[in-house]
């Protein structure tokens, strides 16, 4: 018979003295710690897994002590340990050669600029941050790049990581998890691959896309996903594209993606870009106008990496010169930037309205008919390749529609133009035509 070395209201007492004497460093999962030995004056306290030792060990050490001595009136050290049959430093010794969580520290929440072009996908990952596992599993964030995907997964990872140190968060982009894998299988050691993964807290893999094609890896990672989801343990995807474009990814890898939150980072609008470069200027401590400003804004519209390259760039000329910028430096030094050109919508739709003999209210209305679907998705289509809307805004001009409908129709043309050369040819003479006008 297994006897306990404390009574259940002494050690009752000792979680109770840690709680009230050091808040700061309690944590819920207290509750599950439990008293397994006393012997030569240490005792020796459970814990569920390694990481709540680390944490405890890094932590606790003091605070339990000290409990231990108030409820007992005995002179008491604590020793922490689990009995999690796999050995952490197996894992550790797996990990080591690959690289640990890195985050970079201006990921933060604090700096990310939001717009309508990103306000569900910023307010979906605050909400993830704030309860792990519990309000969105999965968060699946897709987008071009330079549009913030990866900033938003790694201000997730800082804010859990701040609100609970002991978390065990595994962040990587998926040509490690790839790499890991195979890795993992050449040396023999899949088990020490799947405690390592299957341990996580909160899993994070940015560009997730790299998984399209790599069948062994996928299969690993539907068992990697399957056992965290099942425990509410939070996962966070990132990739180029939504989960069904996402090519040769298995269905039911594509259904679990779609089952929590898939949330778009679409471009960002003038007035977005705008905020953004003020942020920015003023993380860097420079007072720039709002004429100038909008001049950077209106040059720099592909992404947001882009324009902080501008921004740096800026910078350091001004510091050639007296530390501003006015706007006649913006327009020198953003000169050689390459401008979209001109094309606007309303040149679209008349182009293509007169090619396939429509009225605009019919490209712009309600119809669903294929004679009318067709020409109104090659608009949304050329509108994504010769403007700089975003899929949001594109929806705008034709009644309204949601992203989601601009998103389908720019997939389907560009499926259908692959198949078809007649199709090609005809796009290609569109975009000419329009090009030539503007
Ligand atoms: P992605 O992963 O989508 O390719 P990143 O997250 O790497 O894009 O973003 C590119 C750069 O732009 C990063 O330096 C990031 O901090 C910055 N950035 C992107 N979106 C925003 C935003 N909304 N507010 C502030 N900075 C942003
Ligand atoms: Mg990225």
Redesign the pocket.
């Known amino acids: 018979m297994i006897v306990a070395p404390l009574r259940q209201s002494t050690w009752n007492d000792v979680v109770e003295h840690v709680r009230l004497h050091s808040p700061d460093i309690s944590r819920g999962w207290f509750t599950g710690l439990k008293p397994t030995d006393l012997s030569g004056g240490t005792l020796v306290i459970t814990a569920a897994n390694a990481p709540q030792v680390r944490y405890l060990n890094e932590h606790c050490q003091r605070a339990f002590a000290e409990a231990a001595q108030a409820a007992t009136g005995r002179l008491i050290a604590v020793r922490f340990h689990t009995d999690n049959t796999v050995d952490e430093t197996d894992a550790l010794a797996f990990d080591a050669g690959h690289t640990p969580v890195q985050l970079?520290d201006?990921?933060l929440f604090s700096?990310?600029?939001?717009?309508p072009?990103?306000r569900l996908a910023?307010a979906a990952s605050v909400a993830v941050a704030d309860k792990p596992g519990k309000a969105y599993n999965p968060l699946f964030v897709h987008?071009?790049?330079?549009?913030?995907?990866?900033?938003?997964?790694?201000a997730i990872c800082h804010e859990i990581r701040q609100q609970n140190p002991v978390t065990n968060i595994v962040y990587i982009s998926c040509e490690t998890f790839t790499n890991h894998f195979l890795n993992a299988v050449e040396r023999g050691a899949l088990n020490q691959f799947r405690y390592w993964y299957r341990h996580a807290d909160l899993l994070v893999i940015?560009?997730i896309q790299f998984l399209a094609e790599r069948e062994r890896s996928q299969e690993e990672f539907f068992h990697t996903f399957n056992t965290l989801y099942q425990s509410q343990r939070q996962i966070v995807l990132?990739a180029?594209c939504s989960p069904v474009n996402i090519p040769s990814l298995e269905e039911r890898l594509v259904s679990r993606f779609n089952s929590g939150l898939v949330a778009l980072?679409d471009r960002?609008c003038l007035e977005?870009r705008m905020?953004?470069v003020r942020?920015?200027m003023k993380l860097r401590c420079i007072e720039v106008p709002e004429e100038v400003i909008k001049i950077i804004a209106t040059r720099i519209d592909s992404?947001?990496?882009e324009?902080?390259g501008a921004l740096a760039k800026l910078d350091l000329i001004s510091q050639t010169r007296d530390g501003t910028i006015d706007a006649e430096l913006a327009m020198t030094a953003l000169g050689g930037s390459p401008l979209k050109p001109n094309v606007g919508i309303p040149s679209i739709l008349n182009e293509v309205a007169v090619r396939f003999g429509l009225r605009l209210a019919d490209l712009q209305g309600k119809k669903r008919t294929k004679s009318i679907a067709f020409p109104r998705q090659i608009c949304m289509y050329l509108a994504r390749e010769l403007t700089t809307l975003s899929f949001g805004e594109i929806g705008g001009y034709f009644g309204g529609r949601d992203h989601t409908t601009v998103i389908h129709a720019c997939r389907l043309i560009k499926e259908r133009r692959e198949q078809d050369a007649g199709l090609d040819a005809e796009l290609q003479d569109l975009r000419m035509n329009l090009r030539n006008a503007s």
């Open positions: 970079t201006d990921y700096n990310f600029i939001t717009g072009c990103n910023h987008g071009d790049v330079g549009l913030g995907k990866t900033h938003l997964l790694q940015d560009d990132s180029d980072v960002p977005t905020a953004i942020a920015k992404n947001v990496r324009l902080e």
